[in-house]
């Protein structure tokens, strides 16, 4: 009777031990509150040197934002194309759109992807945002006098968003 009972509990552990070995097929959503929320981003298991990645990005901010370039690890560069292949310079988001790339429409070509990356494997993407249409003037870092806060270098309404995504087989 004994030995019964083990293997029954043993059986009722196994299910929630396999689910916590699974890998999520989609990345963890990630938010900028008064910006932007990123989800369901994922790419393709490389097919030669080149693979597509895809997000949903929705904008969360009162003014339009603009997807300006993506990089990361396992991949040598990315451009933003529209549905017919093309190269464009940005994806911009009025406010309160979500824009959900798709193979049939925007996305993002990597090129010279490492052949090595298989699918669950999580590659870590950064992608740069822009609020508003126009970049405001360069600013060098520092500390504001008034305020004690520290002013950061680059152009002000420009921010990296990192995002881990997850290789999906197609």
Known sequence: MKTHMIKKFLGFLALPL????????????????????????HMETP?????????TITNLHEDPIRLLSAS?????????????????EYVEILPG???VMQPSGIHVQLENVDSELADGYPVEFTLLVRQGRE???????????????????GIPNEHEVSVNVPVRAY
């Open 18 to 41: 396999a689910l916590l070995t699974i890998q999520p097929v989609m990345a963890q959503p990630v938010m900028m509150p008064d910006l932007l929320l990123v989800e369901e981003s």
């Open 47 to 55: 097919n030669g040197e080149a693979a597509n990645a895809y997000f």
């Open 72 to 88: 990361g690890e396992g991949f040598e560069t990315a451009s933003l194309r529209d549905a017919n292949n093309e190269v464009i």
């Open 97 to 99: 759109e979500r824009v």
């Open 135 to 153: 970049a405001l003037p360069y600013q060098e870092g520092g500390i504001n006098a008034g305020t004690r806060r520290e002013i950061r270098e």
